[in-house]
C-alpha cells in the first residue's frame, strides 16, 4: 500500500496524538508543583498540597489491579526489606539521638534543598513523578 498525502498526515497526526494528550496533564502537574511549592513547609497549606493529589493517587494504586503480576524472588523481597529496614532504623536513631547535625534525620539532610523555592517546586515534582510511576506499575 502506497501512503498518499492524506494517509501520510492521518498516520502522523496519529502517532503524535498521544504525546498530545500528555501536555495538558504536564501543563497541570507543572502548575501544582508551581502552587505547592508557595507553602512554607510544615504548615497546614503545604499538608494540603501534599494530600490533595496525593489520596487520590493512592486510592486508584489500591484499588486498580495491575495488568501483569511480576513475582519477585526471596533475594529481591529480602533486599528491598532490608533497605526499609536499615532507613527505618536510621531515622528513628536519629531522632532518639537528638536530630541534630552529628545525627541528622533525613527530613533534616534535605533542608538546605527544600528551604528555597526551586527546591520545592523539584520536590514536588519528583514527589509526584515517583507516586504517579508507582501507581502506573
Given amino acids: 500500500m502506497q501512503w498518499g498525502g492524506s494517509e501520510a498526515r492521518t498516520a502522523a497526526r496519529g502517532a503524535a496524538w ?11 502537574v507543572i502548575g501544582y508543583a508551581l ?21 487520590p493517587l493512592a486510592w486508584y494504586g489500591v484499588r486498580r489491579t495491575p495488568r501483569t503480576r511480576i513475582w519477585a524472588g526471596r533475594r529481591t523481597v529480602l533486599t528491598w526489606l532490608g533497605l526499609g529496614v536499615a ?14 547535625d552529628a545525627h541528622p534525620t533525613f527530613s533534616m539532610l534535605a533542608d538546605p534543598v527544600l528551604a ?7 520536590g514536588y515534582l ?3 513523578g515517583t507516586g504517579a510511576w508507582l501507581v502506573r506499575r
Avoid: K
Avoid at 502552587?35 to 489520596?55: H, R
Fill in 35 to 55: 502552587c505547592a511549592a508557595l507553602a512554607q513547609p510544615l504548615t497546614l497549606a503545604a499538608l494540603v498540597a501534599v494530600l490533595l493529589p496525593g489520596v
Fill in 126 to 128: 519528583l514527589w509526584l
Fill in 18 to 28: 498521544p504525546m498530545l494528550r500528555r501536555v495538558p496533564v504536564s501543563v497541570a
Fill in 87 to 100: 532507613f527505618c532504623l536510621w531515622e528513628l536513631g536519629a531522632f532518639l539521638a537528638g536530630n541534630d
Fill in 116 to 122: 528555597g523555592y526551586p527546591g520545592r517546586v523539584a
